[in-house]
């Protein structure tokens, strides 16, 4: 069983409309929890951290479930722009060792 | 945000051939590096921690032997890929971490081409 696992879709979404998706990790020690977006040949770029509480940045709110140890994203009024791969990570201790996803494709739609 | 850059972008290098690829943090001293390689469609993978002035730690299943890491100075990391062969052929990606925020921050990636 891979350590972090998210449907690869892609998640064919229309523009404006509401997308989410979940990231399972198998380490329940794992300590931090993020949310990257990585665009075709690009390097990953932080899209929010994931809090406990959890915790909301414009249209992107991303939630915490421990005890069933999984970590969502939800996108409200989804952009042409908000087209891309996005990669959970999670950080199971405090040397900064990243354990990723291999991503969620979102692909919206005018 | 903080910058880290990665020479080359892209390389194309022949089977048998040994590739380096640099690794600098621009703005902000990193006394841990980490490198990663993604396949088509895949995660990335840590394939090893680079500590400056010290010998790396490389993941289960990666040789050390084949892909040299060395982290001289606070602000730069290079990976060495000896005797290239084409399953090689990957994109490596080098995140530094700044210590004085805790936060880590990638590069933008080689692409490597091996013939």
């Known amino acids: 069983r891979k350590e972090v696992e998210q449907d690869p879709g892609p998640f064919n979404v229309p523009e404006g409309a509401t997308v989410a998706f979940n990231c399972t990790y198998s380490n329940s020690a794992s300590q931090s929890f993020f949310w990257y977006r990585q665009d075709c040949r690009k390097e990953p770029k932080l899209l929010m951290s994931?809090?406990?509480s959890g915790n909301e940045d414009g249209r992107f709110t991303a939630q915490l479930n421990r005890a069933s140890q999984y970590i969502s994203l939800l996108i409200r009024d989804s952009k042409l722009s908000d087209s891309a791969t996005y990669l959970c990570?999670?950080?199971?201790?405090?040397?900064?060792?990243?354990?990723f996803g291999a991503g969620t494709q979102v692909v919206v739609t005018p | 945000g903080a910058v880290v850059s990665q020479h080359p972008s892209w390389v194309i290098c022949k089977s048998g051939t040994s590739v380096k690829i640099e690794c600098r943090s621009l703005?902000?001293?990193?006394?841990?590096m980490f490198w990663y390689r993604q396949f088509p469609k895949q995660s990335l993978m840590l394939m090893a921690t680079s500590n400056e002035g010290s010998k790396a730690t490389y993941e289960q299943g990666v040789e050390k032997d084949k892909f040299l890491i060395n982290h001289a100075s606070l602000t730069l990391s290079t990976l060495t890929v000896t005797s290239a062969h084409p399953e090689d052929s990957s994109f490596y990606i080098c995140s530094a971490r700044d210590m004085a925020v805790y936060e880590q921050y990638f590069g933008p990636g080689t692409r490597l081409t091996v013939t």
């Open positions: 990570a999670v950080k199971g201790d405090s040397w900064g060792k990243f354990q």
């Open positions: 994931v809090y406990s």
């Open positions: 703005d902000f001293q990193a006394t841990t």
